[in-house]
């Protein structure tokens, strides 16, 4: 999903797709079923403050729920990236795991890549 303005600026976007979730049970079985997974939220710079990443979570969110016929959604989030989880938070996201071996991969000169958890 593209968020542009009048100028037709690029203000923001954000991605969607439909994954594969795993779900711990009860029963101690784990599962796993498709469902959407939306990803890579960003805003420009210029733009930020102004409610646009908002919009665009809500615009997948109707995305998910007219058009795919999905009633929930995902998300990936690092918790160091502490704007995105005030905002998740304040659009009623929940925790529903979480990856204490996960790591972000930065690139380096050269095409080297660095971790950082």
């Not at 542009?4 to 599962?31: A, F, H, Q, S």
């Not at 403050?49 to 109707?62: F, N, Q, S």
């Amino acid at each position: 999903v593209i968020c542009r303005n009048g100028k037709n600026e690029v203000m923001g976007c954000c991605g969607v797709e439909v994954d594969v979730i795993y779900e711990d049970r009860l029963n101690g079985l784990r599962t796993k079923s498709p469902a959407p997974l939306m990803s890579n939220l960003a805003v420009g710079n210029k733009f930020r403050r102004k409610g646009i990443a908002e919009e665009l979570v809500r615009e997948v969110e109707d995305m998910v729920r007219k058009k795919w016929g999905y009633e929930e959604i995902y998300l990936y989030v690092e918790k160091r990236n502490r704007s995105a989880v005030k905002l998740y938070s304040k659009m009623g996201y929940r925790q529903f795991w979480e990856d204490d071996t996960a790591a972000t991969l930065l690139p380096m000169k050269g095409g080297s890549m660095r971790s950082v958890q």
